[in-house]
Structures are given as structure tokens and as C-alpha cells.
């Protein structure tokens, strides 16, 4: 909101437009949160789809977890199942992480390029793009946390341990971001030619590793895709089991798509 009046104040009508425009997928992820309301036995009100246009209702999901949760232990005296409560929470780690692709991210490359290409003494944008950048590593981290806890024999992270897969999580989306940026205000439009390329590549990959998330083929495909686009980006784990020869590859292709704007 405020890198919206900030634009808005300054005249700047297109970074206005395209920022208001970043905002609209994350409808996406408040569309699903209506239904799983619907789901659990909640039928929106005028309320409830009032928090959900405001982009609100991932707050409201995990407030009315917790609420849940509190009064189960009110009712029952006793500590709630572990699990139940896992996937209580593992439904809001989704869709934040969800919202976060859609929504967060292109907001994060677009007040990025701002500041290196447009306005490098814009401190909205600036700020816009650090808290995007933050927000975005917090969803993964919230999501690897949530896979990991849901295999068996494994215990909860600490507090450190999380902490510093937050820092790496930071540290790899940050430079994939800038070394975008930084191609694109080089190159221009030709920065959608080699992301078009290491999307394909991650897509092909994908579909060679024969993924069986998703069993019916034409939604295969449609997951492979996505997948491959937030590769671009940072390694989600979709697959069961050891992952270190995959996140191998990835970071070594990634490695190069860094270099790539140097070579040049």
C-alpha cells in the first residue's frame, strides 16, 4: 500500500499500474482459502469475503487455527493430537507459500528493477522489495519446515536451524533476483529469453523425473510447468526421500544462469 501512494503521489502511473497489478494473483490463494472455510464447515458471510478481498484471509485461516486449536485443549483438557494440529498449520504453510509465488515474488522483481534501473535513491521501493524479499524466504522456510516434520523420525527444527534456513534462503532468492534485474537492465526484454530457457529446462527435467504428485496427465504437465517456473527462483522439494543429487543439479544450472550476465 504504501509503495502504491508512493507512486500515486509521485504521478509515476505505469509502476503504479503494474504494482497494483503484481497484487492481483494473490487472489489465487484467497480464492482457496474461501473454500476451505466453505470445507471446514464455515460459510463466508459478508465478513469473511470483505478480509479475503482485502487480501486478509490468510490471516484470518491462521488466527482461526489457533483459535481452534485453543479451544479443543479448553474442551478435551489435554494436549491436541500432534498431527491434527500439523495439518492444521501445514494448510495455512500452503497458502502462504502459494500467495507468496503469486503474488510476492513479481512484486519483488518489479520494485527490484525499480531501484537498480529507475530510481536508485527510491527508498519505498527499496524497502518494498527488502520485506518482499523476506516475506518470500519465510514461506519457503515455513514450507520445507512443515515437509520435514511430516516425515516420519524426524524431530522439530531449532530455532537456529531455522534461522539459518532463512539466511539461505534469503541469500539464494537474492542474488537470482539481482542477477535478473541486473540482466534485464542490460539486455531488456531479452532477460525473458533466458528465463524462458531455464524454465524449460527445469520442465523437462521435471517430467524426467517422473513426479507422481499429481496422477492425472494433463494436471502432470500443468504441475511440471509451474514447478519449472518457480525453479527459476529457488529448489522446492516435491519429490520423497534424499534430495542431494537433485538440489546438486539445480544449483549447478543455477550457478550458470548467475554467471550468464557476466559472460556476457
Avoid at 472455510?37 to 464455515?42: I, K, P, T
Avoid at 527510491?122 to 512443515?146: D, E
Avoid at 517430467?207 to 509451474?226: E, G, H, K, S, Y
Amino acid at each position: 500500500l504504501c509503495t502504491i501512494i508512493h507512486y500515486l503521489v509521485r504521478g509515476q502511473l505505469g509502476w503504479l499500474g503494474l504494482t497494483i497489478a503484481c497484487a492481483v494473483p494473490g487472489y489465487t490463494a484467497q480464492l482457496l482459502s474461501i473454500l476451505w472455510f466453505r470445507a471446514d464447515g464455515h460459510p463466508p458471510d459478508y465478513w469473511l469475503l470483505m478480509l479475503h478481498l482485502l487480501q486478509l484471509g490468510l490471516w484470518k485461516r491462521d488466527s482461526c487455527r489457533y483459535w481452534d486449536v485453543l479451544r479443543m485443549v479448553a474442551k478435551t483438557g489435554s494436549s491436541v493430537h500432534a498431527g491434527e494440529v500439523l495439518m492444521q498449520h501445514g494448510d495455512v504453510c500452503v497458502l502462504r507459500l502459494l500467495e507468496a509465488l503469486l503474488q510476492t515474488l513479481p512484486h519483488l522483481l518489479l520494485q527490484a528493477y525499480v531501484v537498480m534501473a529507475v530510481d536508485q535513491a527510491g527508498f519505498i521501493p527499496g524497502v518494498s522489495a527488502g520485506l518482499s524479499l523476506l516475506s518470500l524466504a519465510w514461506a519457503l522456510v515455513s514450507y520445507s519446515h512443515f515437509t520435514c516434520l511430516v516425515k516420519p523420525g524426524h524431530l522439530c527444527l531449532p530455532a537456529t536451524a531455522i534461522l539459518c534456513l532463512l539466511f539461505w534462503r534469503t541469500g539464494m532468492l537474492g542474488t537470482r533476483v539481482l542477477a535478473l534485474v541486473l540482466f534485464a537492465r542490460l539486455y531488456s526484454f531479452w532477460v525473458f529469453a533466458v528465463a524462458g530457457v531455464h524454465w524449460l529446462l527445469m520442465s523437462f527435467w521435471l517430467v524426467a523425473q517422473q513426479t507422481d504428485i499429481v496422477a492425472q496427465p494433463c494436471r502432470w504437465r500443468l504441475f511440471n510447468c509451474l514447478v519449472g517456473a518457480v525453479y527459476i527462483f529457488c529448489y522446492v522439494n516435491v519429490r520423497p526421500g534424499p534430495s542431494r543429487h537433485r538440489v546438486a543439479v539445480f544449483y549447478a544450472v543455477s550457478t550458470q544462469d548467475i554467471q550468464y550476465p557476466t559472460w556476457m
